[in-house]
Nanobody
């Protein structure tokens, strides 16, 4: 089992930045890919970013490209999502996910075995 704990969410104004953290514990050796998903009220949960174990492969959803950066520190078993130039449409609950699925499934919820409890990001205009 792997446990994931997110932190770093909050209420900010448009144009501000936030950094989300996701600390993993347990059988972290089984984790290959880590991803960040978000879910706004009434909408599907979507993958906004993902990163493979060694870091060279990353994925970003089109609306966050150039504004969000995903990274991970394997020594600390922690993944990060740096979010810059936040906009009201970024308002959502953000979830960290981890799993061992192939890279081709990184945008899919079933590509991950473990999920955090979520952290709320609210961006006011």
């Amino acid at each position: 089992q792997v446990q994931l704990v997110e932190s770093g969410g909050g209420l900010v104004q448009a144009g501000d930045s936030l950094r989300l953290s996701c600390a993993a514990s347990g059988r972290t050796s089984s984790v290959y890919t880590m991803g960040w998903f978000r879910q706004a009220p009434g909408k599907e949960r979507e993958c906004v970013a993902a990163i493979d174990r060694s870091g060279p492969s990353t994925y970003y959803e089109d609306s966050v490209k150039g504004r969000f950066t995903i990274s991970r520190d394997n020594a600390k078993n922690t993944a990060y999502l740096q979010m810059n130039s936040l906009q009201p449409q970024d308002t959502a609950a953000y979830y960290c996910a981890a799993g061992g699925a192939a890279w081709g499934r990184v945008t899919r919820r079933d590509g991950y075995n473990y999920w955090g409890q979520g952290t709320q990001v609210t961006v006011s205009s």
